[in-house]
């Protein structure tokens, strides 16, 4: 779930805007398109005998239709169930170890379960191939559901057993961007660069780096960075100095901000007031 927090007076938020108002047009054409042709069908589904069963399943149709904007979708966390059984095979993983995987991804989960899976993932996940597959598995998944604009979050990675940087790490991401499109696949993905609570200050430092590198760029894709990562684990704080600096540099900012009860971190978070605010669930009267 994402708030907004408009910022009028800001780069970042101007962009924002400008990027998203060709988005809505399209969707509100799409819209008006899907509703007109369930309204012809409307006389001709009034009795179909299904007991009302035929209702519900109209209206599941209606919706997955109806085109959307995502603006809160994890790259790791959107992965395809199959693909990750895949690569667990792939790795040699135990049969036990899959079953565990299985139970974790069918039912309902901690958060701190949550993150062990992103955890996981992050392990199975390691080349560059890898991660442009799934790009393109997410958001043919996506356009499948009718979203029609989505901005995919991801934290840029290291690993010298691939030969990966952080930079052929989002190269990887936005080839699989590119193959979308080419493909004609109807959905305008966008690309935010997260910076993880739990890493090093100077990782987070690449990040911002690699971040304002692709803003004076003007990639299409890019559209700005996410503060996100296991809400027990660090501290809005302890990154603000590199916040303010992307914030000078007018790069858009989405802060995870009052995910769990009794977070510290909540009014500094306002205080700086980022474009967008994610989750924000258990925010208190004071704030």
């Known amino acids: 779930m994402e708030r907004w927090r408009p910022k009028p007076q800001l780069k970042g938020a101007s962009l924002g805007l400008t990027l998203l108002l060709p988005v809505l047009f399209t969707v509100g054409r799409s819209l008006l398109g899907i509703i007109r042709s369930a309204t012809r069908r409307e006389d001709d589904d009034d009795d179909d005998g299904s007991g009302g069963h035929g209702a519900v399943l109209k209206d599941l149709e209606f919706c997955k239709r109806l085109p959307k904007v995502e603006l809160h979708a ?3 966390g959107s992965v395809r169930d199959t693909t990750l059984l895949e690569l667990m095979r792939q790795s040699g993983k135990g049969e036990k170890e899959l079953e565990i995987m299985r139970v974790e991804i069918n039912e309902k989960r901690t958060l ?4 062990k899976i ?10 560059h191939q890898q991660i442009t597959r799934i790009t393109v598995e997410v958001l043919s998944d996506f356009a499948a559901d009718g979203v029609r604009y989505v901005e995919l979050r991801t934290t ?6 691939y030969d990966m940087t952080l930079e052929s790490y989002v190269q990887a ?13 109807d959905i305008m993905p966008r690309l ?3 910076i993880n609570r739990a890493q090093s200050v100077e990782k ?8 304002i590198d692709y803003l004076k760029r003007k990639n299409k894709y890019f559209a700005g960075v996410d503060f996100s990562g296991n809400p027990y684990a660090g501290d809005f704080q302890r990154f603000k100095q590199i916040f303010l600096r992307l914030r000078k540099h007018g790069v858009p900012c989405a802060i995870h901000c009052a995910e769990i009860k009794g977070h510290d971190e909540v ?6 007031g980022p474009e967008r605010l994610g989750h924000a669930v258990v925010l208190t009267a004071k704030n």
């Open 192 to 194: 935010l660069l997260s």
């Open 112 to 115: 701190s379960q949550c993150f």
């Open 74 to 76: 994890h790259l790791s």
């Open 173 to 185: 991401v936005l080839k699989g961007f590119e193959i979308i499109e080419d493909l004609g696949v």
């Open 267 to 272: 009014d500094a978070i306002l205080e700086f």
């Open 118 to 127: 992103f955890a996981l993932i992050h392990q199975l996940i390691r080349t």
């Open 156 to 161: 840029p990675r290291e690993d010298k057993a």
């Open 204 to 211: 987070a430092e690449n990040t911002a780096r690699l971040a």
